[in-house]
Nanobody, 128 residues
Framework: QVQLVESGGGLVQAGGSLRLSCAAS????????MAWFRQAPGKKREIVAA????????YYEESVKGRFTISRANAKNTITLQMNSLKPEDTAVYYC?????????????????????WGQGTQVTVSS
């Protein structure tokens, strides 16, 4: 079992920055692919960014490319999402998720159903 706890959400003006963190505990974290998803009111949960177990491969949803950066520190059992140049459309609940079944550092998976462990989410609100 893996427990994931997100932090760092909040209210920010458009153009501002936030840094989300996800702390993992429980089973071994450093061989799990990880991702950030988000869900806005009335919309489906969508992937924002993903990172392979050793950090060798990343994926970004098109609308966040060049603005968001995902990273991981396996020794600290944490992943982060640095979000810059935030826009009102980035407003959502952001979730950290773990994909323990993907052992291939060359691949990240982007389908929510493939992620076995989820955090409770952290609210990000961007005002215009």
């Amino acid at each position: 079992q893996v427990q994931l706890v997100e932090s760092g959400g909040g209210l920010v003006q458009a153009g501002g920055s936030l840094r989300l963190s996800c702390a993992a505990s429980g089973r071994t974290f450093d061989n799990y692919a990880m991702a950030w998803f988000r869900q806005a009111p009335g919309k489906k949960r969508e992937i924002v960014a993903a990172i392979s177990w050793n950090g060798g491969n990343t994926y970004y949803e098109e609308s966040v490319k060049g603005r968001f950066t995902i990273s991981r520190a396996n020794a600290k059992n944490t992943i982060t999402l640095q979000m810059n140049s935030l826009k009102p459309e980035d407003t959502a609940v952001y979730y950290c998720a773990a994909d323990p079944d993907n052992k291939n550092d060359a691949i990240v998976r982007i389908t929510a159903a493939l992620y076995s462990y989820w955090g409770q989410g952290t609210q990000v609100t961007v005002s215009s």
